[in-house]
């Protein structure tokens, strides 16, 4: 059965070589899955010229809404999309090309039972550091922040999403890696049950990943004291 109405986001970091690519593919199976969509890039400070190659594409997918903002990390690139969706489902995906965006239709025959479909990577397809830093991650937040076991990839950006519960998790702190630990907290808590669903993932092709920066790992930190302080309310 066809969705009512879908907004896809897709957070852009310098995918200048990617945009293109996953906009049309995001196109294709929004006109599949839903009677209505829109499609949200959020460009989050791109220095390349990611903002330019997706507003180009607006004459050609009316769908199309581009977001450019100062760069404030992946979090923040997230929640911007978050904020700006207007249509019944939310589903969010990378922009880098590593999941096929056809599987959302294996999703979407789910979304009668739950209101929550998380993808999870059987096998993911990135560099040994970046998957160790991925195994910490889930050892952190299961020591500081309590986090249910039972969710087998965290940060998958894979995740099909009722709109209307799912901004009960409004408003959303995190504006680094934390984002993903910080709404599944809160549903968990709130009672809900997610469906978990795997998907295939791909090398990255073009483009830098900078999921393990230093940077990102520090804020990181950061965001889960806060998170901490904020859930014990
Ligand atoms: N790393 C990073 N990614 C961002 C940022 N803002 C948006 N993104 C996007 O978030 C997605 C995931 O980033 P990536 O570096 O590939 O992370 P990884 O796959 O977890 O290693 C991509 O679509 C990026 O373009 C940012 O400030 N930093
Ligand atoms: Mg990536």
């Known amino acids: 059965m066809k969705l009512t109405s879908l907004s896809i986001i897709l957070p852009c970091y310098n995918e200048g070589q990617n945009v293109e690519t996953v906009v ?85 025959a789910h979304t009668s039972e739950f209101d929550f479909i998380f993808g999870y990577r059987a096998k993911r397809a990135d560099k040994f550091h970046r998957v160790l830093i991925a195994k910490m991650l889930k050892v952190w937040n299961r020591i500081f922040l309590g986090f249910p076991l039972y969710v087998k990839d965290i940060d998958c950006a894979f995740k099909l999403m009722k709109r209307q519960e799912f901004i009960k998790t409004f408003p959303i702190l995190s504006t680094g890696a934390m984002v993903n630990t ?17 998907v295939n993932h791909y090398p990255r092709l073009h483009g830098k990943s900078t999921g393990s920066s230093l940077g990102v790992i520090a804020t990181a930190i950061k965001e889960t004291f806060k998170l901490r302080a904020l859930l014990r309310k």
């Open 24 to 108: 049309r593919a995001s196109d294709m199976v929004a006109k599949e899955v839903a009677n209505d969509y829109e499609i949200i890039v959020v460009d989050d400070g791109s220095k390349d010229k990611t903002a330019e190659i997706a507003s180009n594409l607006k004459k050609e997918i009316p769908q199309l809404v581009v977001i450019s903002q100062a760069n404030q990390g992946y979090g923040g690139a997230i929640k911007t999309g978050f904020e700006a969706t207007k249509k019944d489902w939310i589903f969010f995906t990378d922009a880098d090309l590593q999941f096929d965006l056809n599987e959302l239709k294996d999703f979407t």
């Open 182 to 198: 910080e709404f599944i907290l809160k549903l968990h808590k709130m009672g809900y049950k997610f469906k978990q669903l795997p």
